[in-house]
């Protein structure tokens, strides 16, 4: 069984009471495949380079799946807080995390944009490509801050405003001095990138 299906094996049996107490959430968006798929290729990005992570800030953290791969992971984390300016994935992504990660994990429902960054020490944004001005909130981000960033080129959607044309362009948009990983990941829709590195 290769990462991607472990994690998700793992997520589904862990969180299939959360489910049935929220029938009416976006499950079918949270299963689908390039969503897991990216998320995997995080996590096993993180695991080759072996990086403490420390206190681990989600910024569009919508139900805290991501949070739970990482915890399954076994990545060394001291916390994770799973900020979204959409209220209602903050009571789920609590249900999903808090209990199984007590003092591990807290979700919050706030604007990314006010948030104060200097409290954490990694810093992690799948949904570079929803960020509406974009450089306003990177040039908030402290230098040497771990950063994990994922964009992609799907501009079709109305709520893609920030999207990419390709890796190149994400990497000049997000100016990273020290660059671990960067890499695609297609799929039948569109082109995800990913960056890993110290800003």
């Not at 009571?91 to 104060?116: C, G, P, R, W």
Request: one cysteine or more; a negative charge.
């Amino acid at each position: 069984m290769n990462l991607n299906e472990t994690l998700t094996s793992t997520l589904r049996s862990s969180i299939g009471n959360i489910v049935e107490k929220y029938p009416n959430a976006r499950w079918k968006d949270v299963f689908r495949e390039n969503q897991l798929e990216s998320k995997s290729w995080l996590v096993k990005q993180l695991q080759h380079w072996d990086i403490d992570l420390g206190t681990v800030y989600i910024c569009g953290g919508w139900y805290g799946v991501l949070a739970s791969m990482l915890f399954i992971s076994k990545l060394p984390i001291i916390k994770i807080h799973s900020y979204d300016i959409d209220p209602t994935s903050t009571q789920i992504a609590n249900d999903i995390n808090s209990f199984k990660y007590v003092n591990k994990f807290m979700a919050l429902t706030e604007d990314i944009h006010n948030l104060d960054y200097n409290k954490c020490d990694t810093i992690i944004n799948t949904s570079c490509e929803h960020i509406k001005n974009f450089s306003d909130w990177y040039d908030n981000i402290p230098d040497n801050k771990l950063l994990v960033l994922q964009s992609n080129n799907f501009s079709e959607l109305e709520e893609h405003v920030n999207c990419v044309t390709s890796l190149d362009e994400f990497k000049q948009q997000c100016y990273i001095s020290n660059i671990l990983y960067s890499g695609e990941l297609e799929n039948d829709e569109f082109t995800r990138y990913m960056l890993i590195g110290r800003k």
